[in-house]
Each structure stands twice: as structure tokens, then as C-alpha cells.
């Protein structure tokens, strides 16, 4: 949701307080007792994510909202804001003080630029329950200021076009009338830590983002083709890792060379079973790999049926071989939906970039669509699995997106691995 157009910019002159944003909690409002650990998880995320913005800066609650403000601009505030999930909307707001006169004066301020035949209401909520007046008898009186103070102004409490919401706590008022929507969900890390088995396509990003908005914290690795193919699939995986960690605290990313690896599944007789025997072996990798990172669970971009690797026997056969848990955020989804998904959240301009997938090294001309458990281990007892997965884990790298540099633009390359 963006700001309505033909409402006007914030106002900051007449507001003795000044500027600030409104954060309303998501789904933190709604755990009881344990309701301060999330509300302190989301303030910490909050924290990192206002690194670096160039000024000092503010945070303060109130009942089911984080109040934020600091010395810079009000539109750097709510940039950096919309981008921690866990809060419901966003909205750039006033901060008065809650004196009535003060309050309606910083009121016909706001909306002095509104245009002609603009329709309003206005919505009090009292935090204080001391206030001399009742939300009605606010609404009735700030209405009534502003239609007497601005020329062309309606009163439209079903449709309006602008709604003007006025928050009283006991010292500071807050007035607001732009709100967008936030990302809502749980605050990351809240929820533990996965691992996300990151590829250079749509699914894979989109589904990290919707496991940090159901709280995981969350670490990747990317599998690639090495020394079969070329690095183009890690520079893509390094760009979409670093938008992600602009969600959360960032994660590392593991890039794991395979190929050797696929190699050796193909010499073994893997046939059409290649595909699903080498996603078996990332399965164990991950695994391993998750128990040394303390992550608690695996989460795939997998889409039922989407493609032949992914029906419902092979995503079985899979699961088989992990040791955690598999998360698949987007099982029911549509390719379009992920797509369009993929474009709300900021990676699909990466995932569009051609690269080199090992997925289709040495890939059969036709894919098994029911592998055979049976059939998957005897493949795999040809080869000295324990050895081959710690050897891939023995060479992997780490690197650390949004940590390791300045973060570059959308598609540009990361440092060349080792």
C-alpha cells in the first residue's frame, strides 16, 4: 500500500515535538504472557536495521506500538522501518503534545495543503483514559476546526479519502494520516533458525522470506556446479543472500561446490534417478551443515508438482534422507504467484540474471517423477556417503552478504570466491 497522492506530505514546522513514525505490531500483540520477549525481539531487529542511517535515532513503546523518531529524515525512518517484519503498518506521523488546542492546531497543519473537496474523518484513540474528552467528543471537535479552518473540506466517516487518526497518551499525542502496510508476521529470530538451500531462481528467495516472516532467523547455502560450471549461479546467490539479509539480521551464505559430487552420482548408475539422488545428497549436506550452525530446520522453495523433481514421491524420497526438518513455505503456491511475490520483496530483478544451475549438470534427459527409495540407495551405497559429505563441507566457503562490503546495486557481482 502506498500513500494516497492527494493527501499532503507531512508537516513538520508546526509540530513542537516534530516528526516521527508509528509502528503497529503484527502478531506479537496476540502472545499473552510471553508477549515482551517478541516486542523486545522485534525492537532489537528494529536497532540493526537503523545501522549506518547517518544520524542519531530514537525508539520509545506504547501500548501495541514502537514509537521512532532521531535526527534524520522522516522518509530514511519509514525506508528502513518497512523493511523489519513483525509490524502491521508503518505510518509517518506527528508528535504533539497532549494538550487539546495543541492537538487540533497541529491537526488543521496537516491537512492545510488538502485539496478542494477532499473527504476526512478522523479517529481518536485515547491511551490515556484521563483526557478531559471522549474519542467521540475529539473527533466532533477537531472535525469541526478543520472544516471552519480549511476551505473545501468534507466529512465522510464511511468512504473518506483521508482518514486522520489521533493517538493520546498520557504526555504525547500522535497524529497520523499516510499508513502502509508492513510485512506484519512474527519478529525474526523469534521462532529459532533455519537453513534455506538458496538457488539462483524465484522459488528459493521468496520461500526465506516467508519463513523470517513466520520468525526464523536464517543462514543459506548455495550449491553450485563447481568446477563444471562457471560462478555466475554464486554471484547470483551472494546478490539475492544480501536483499534477504535486508529483512533480518543478516545470515551467512556457504557456497558448496557439487559437481564433483554429481559426477560421482552419474558414474554410480544414477540415471533418471540423478536429479532426486543429488537433491538427497544436498539434504544430508544441509543437514550436517545446519548442526554445526545450530539451525533447527531446512526450508526449500519447493512447489508441488511444479516440476518432476518435485512431486509428491521425490519431495518424499528427499525428506527421507534429511535430518531435520524440511520446511516448504510455498507448496500450494503458483508459479506466478511466486513471481509476483519475488517482485514485492526485491529479488526477482536478480533471480532473472542467466547463470550456470548445477541443478542441470549431468541432469537425464528424462527425470524420474516416483524415485524408488530402494532404487535411490543402491545408487548411494556405491559411493562412501559419510566421506563425500564431509568433504563438501570441508571445502565450502563463507561469506557474510551485507556484512562483508557495501552493499552493492541489484545483479552486481560479489567478491569472486577462492
Not at 333 to 359: F, N, V, Y
Amino acid at each position: 500500500m502506498t500513500g494516497n497522492p492527494r493527501v499532503p506530505a507531512p508537516r513538520t514546522a508546526a509540530a513542537p515535538h516534530g516528526s516521527c513514525v508509528l509502528l503497529k505490531h503484527g502478531e506479537a500483540f496476540l502472545k499473552g504472557r510471553n508477549r515482551h520477549l517478541f516486542t523486545d525481539r522485534l525492537q532489537d531487529n528494529l536497532r540493526l536495521a537503523l545501522r549506518g542511517i547517518g544520524g542519531s535515532t530514537w525508539i520509545k513503546t506504547a501500548q501495541n506500538v514502537t514509537v521512532l523518531g532521531g535526527e534524520v529524515p522522516q522518509e530514511a525512518l519509514l525506508e528502513r522501518a518497512r523493511r523489519v517484519i513483525g509490524f502491521n503498518s508503518v505510518e509517518p506521523a506527528l508528535r504533539v503534545a497532549s494538550d487539546l488546542e495543541t492537538i487540533t492546531a497541529a491537526a488543521v497543519d496537516a491537512l492545510s495543503d488538502a485539496r478542494p473537496g477532499l473527504r476526512f474523518a478522523v479517529r481518536t484513540k485515547r491511551r490515556d483514559k484521563q483526557f478531559p474528552l471522549t474519542s467521540s467528543q475529539i473527533d466532533a471537535h477537531i472535525g469541526a476546526r478543520l472544516l471552519a479552518g480549511i476551505q473545501g473540506l468534507r466529512v465522510d466517516l464511511a468512504k473518506p479519502d483521508v482518514t486522520l487518526a489521533v493517538e493520546i497518551d498520557r504526555k504525547e499525542t500522535y497524529l497520523s494520516w499516510r499508513r502502509f502496510r508492513g510485512l506484519s508476521g512474527l519478529p525474526v529470530g523469534s521462532s529459532g533458525r533455519a537453513l534455506v538451500l538458496l538457488s539462483g531462481g524465484y522459488d528459493s528467495p521468496v520461500a526465506a522470506h516467508r519463513a523470517m516472516r513466520r520468525g526464523l532467523a536464517c543462514d543459506f547455502v548455495h550449491f553450485n556446479g563447481a568446477p563444471y560450471t562457471n560462478p555466475s549461479s554464486v554471484y547470483k546467490a551472494y546478490a539475492l543472500a544480501r536483499e534477504l539479509n535486508r529483512y533480518q539480521p543478516p545470515g551467512a551464505l556457504h557456497v558448496i561446490a557439487l559437481g564433483k559430487a554429481q559426477k560421482q552420482l552419474a558414474v554410480a548408475g544414477a540415471g533418471r534417478l540423478q536429479v532426486v539422488a543429488q537433491r538427497r545428497l544436498m539434504a544430508r549436506t544441509a543437514s550436517e551443515l545446519a548442526a554445526r550452525t545450530g539451525a533447527e530446520a531446512l526450508v526449500t522453495g519447493d512447489s508441488l508438482g511444479q516440476v518432476a523433481s518435485q512431486t509428491l514421491a521425490n519431495l518424499v524420497a528427499v525428506d527421507e534422507a534429511a535430518a531435520l526438518p524440511v520446511l516448504r513455505p510455498l507448496i500450494g503456491w503458483e508459479k506466478q504467484e511466486i513471481i509476483d511475490e519475488a517482485h514485492t520483496i526485491g529479488t526477482a530483478e536478480i533471480s532473472i540474471l542467466p547463470d550456470e544451475d548445477c541443478c542441470g549438470l549431468l541432469a537425464p534427459p528424462r527425470v524420474s517423477t516416483r524415485a524408488g527409495l530402494p532404487q535411490l540407495r543402491s545408487v548411494e551405497k556405491r559411493l562412501d556417503l559419510e566421506d563425500v559429505v564431509e568433504a563438501l563441507l570441508d571445502s565450502a566457503q563463507v561469506l557474510r552478504p551485507g556484512v562483508d562490503e557495501e552493499a552493492p546495486a541489484a545483479g552486481d557481482r560479489c567478491p569472486a570466491p577462492a
